[in-house]
């Protein structure tokens, strides 16, 4: 590589090059690019302050255009996990002549929205703040010192749950918890959290919404199952506008329509040891797999999960399409498995015979309201079986489209055959398998066949 983040280079390298498994010609090649880079950048063009990068303040980071990008992203990254009886969206007009408990380590501190790798932001809005916007008697208790919870004021926070006609918790994790270079060993809230949130749920009179800040999956079950929780939504780290993002969600002024990006495995996941990387299962073993395309475990949230304030319809508008048959390809060679599945090597079929497999498949999606709202529409590939090692699914597309409340509309997405519906066969090779294939889009599917 011609960069290295980090020492390793500079700590390794002239170890590597007296044992020749760097040369000088490596070495050139490397500084020949990093300077192309930089002569490119300016940064010999005399002073870089001054030039077209140097000059660049906080009036364009922060303008208007940026902010409200910053406010999108963090609004359409928001994932509602639970919503038990209608527990979100908060009412503006009952709260506003209401009061409202605000607890947690991750409910009125800035900086802890920002995560990993970041810049000075433009704003500094906790969600603490954000939510007193709409809600004159607000009150925050900390209840642990931080994530890690290993000193908590559950009584405190108890008190204020009691006193209040609703609770927000906002728990989860921070950067002492994970980030580059620093792992997690357990998969369930850290310390005294879980604790906190079931004391302040059975104390509080209605049911509390729980706010998770955090990067990685956490095993939350006992809030998934607790009926004294009404509603869970995963903020990840959102970002500078982050606070206000999350207010907006709450209070249903943004409905949300994020996706959960991984599986959020359960606790015993972690008895699974990290230096074992297969990604299929192994039945013989008890070995659960890797990844939703694998794993066969019990999960707390799939990979793709997401609610809505919003109830949307899904179904294939073009169930009658069928993708250009394989037998107008010349010279192509089925060959079997072991296991007795005939395919075909897309190496061999090549790049203009894939190019006329292409063939579009069009979902129409409906948002039956009663909130507009943005969608992410994900179509999936489904096989017959697990066979020859296929994945379960697989994830081939996916759009996101808004949408008033009680309109439709149509999104394409084109299927390429030796893309998507092909697998790595035990040798690495690409193949596409003979016979049948499902495409799947919410619960409607249809069934496509390749025979030569």
């Not at 950048?41 to 922060?62: E, M, S, T």
């Not at 994790?173 to 792992?183: T, Y």
Request: with cysteine; aromatic share 8%.
């Amino acid at each position: 590589m011609d960069v290295n983040c980090g020492g390793y280079i500079q700590t390794h390298g002239v170890s590597a090059y007296r044992q020749g498994k760097i040369t000088g010609e490596d070495i050139d090649r490397a500084l020949r690019n990093l300077f192309a880079i930089r002569m490119r950048l300016g940064l010999f063009n005399g002073n870089p302050k001054y030039n077209r990068y140097g000059n660049i303040g906080a009036d364009q980071v922060c303008n208007k255009e940026h902010q409200d990008l910053a406010l999108q992203a963090a609004q359409d990254g928001i994932v509602l996990l639970k919503n038990h009886a209608g527990a979100l969206p908060l009412s503006k007009s009952k709260l506003s002549s209401s009061s409202i408990a605000v607890i947690g380590p991750n409910g009125n501190n800035a900086s802890l929205l920002l995560g990993n790798y970041f810049g000075p932001p433009c704003i500094s809005v906790t969600p603490f703040q954000a939510l007193q916007g709409y809600v004159k008697d607000a009150r925050f208790v900390q209840g642990c010192n931080a994530a890690v919870c290993n000193v908590s004021d559950i009584g405190e926070a108890v008190h204020a749950a009691t006193s209040a006609d609703y609770v927000v918790l906002f728990m989860g994790l921070d950067q002492d918890q994970e980030k580059e270079e620093v792992d997690r060993l357990d998969l369930g809230l850290p310390g005294m959290q879980e604790s906190l949130v079931n004391k302040v749920a059975d104390a509080a009179k209605k049911p509390v919404i729980l706010v998770l800040l955090c990067g990685g999956p956490v095993d939350v079950t006992f809030a998934k199952n607790n009926p004294k929780i009404g509603a869970i939504v995963w903020a990840g780290y959102p970002g500078q506008a982050g606070g206000i993002a999350i207010a907006q969600v709450l209070f249903g002024e943004h409905n949300p329509g994020g996706r959960l990006p991984v599986t959020w495995y359960p606790k015993e996941f972690t008895a699974v040891p990290m230096t074992d990387m297969r990604m299929r299962a192994d039945p013989s073993t008890g070995y659960p797999g890797r990844t939703y395309r694998f794993y066969k475990g019990k999960t707390v949230y799939s990979f793709g999960y997401g609610l809505s304030y919003s109830k949307y319809s899904h179904r294939f508008a073009s169930r009658g399409t069928k993708p250009p048959s394989m037998s107008g390809i010349g010279g192509l060679k089925a060959t079997a498995s072991a296991a007795g599945t005939v395919s075909y090597d897309v190496e061999e079929m090549g790049a203009e015979a894939c190019d006329r497999l292409r063939f579009p498949a069009v979902v129409r999606v409906q948002n039956h309201g009663p909130m507009d709202g943005r969608h992410p529409v994900l179509l999936f590939l489904r096989w017959p079986n697990a066979t020859d090692g296929r994945p379960a699914s697989q994830l081939i597309g996916f759009q996101s489209v808004h949408l008033k409340a009680e309109e439709a509309a149509h999104v394409e997405f084109e299927v390429s055959p030796c893309k998507h519906l092909s697998r790595a066969a035990e040798d690495g090779r690409k193949v596409i398998d003979q016979g049948s294939h499902f495409l799947k889009v919410g619960d409607d599917e249809f069934e496509l066949s390749f025979m030569a």
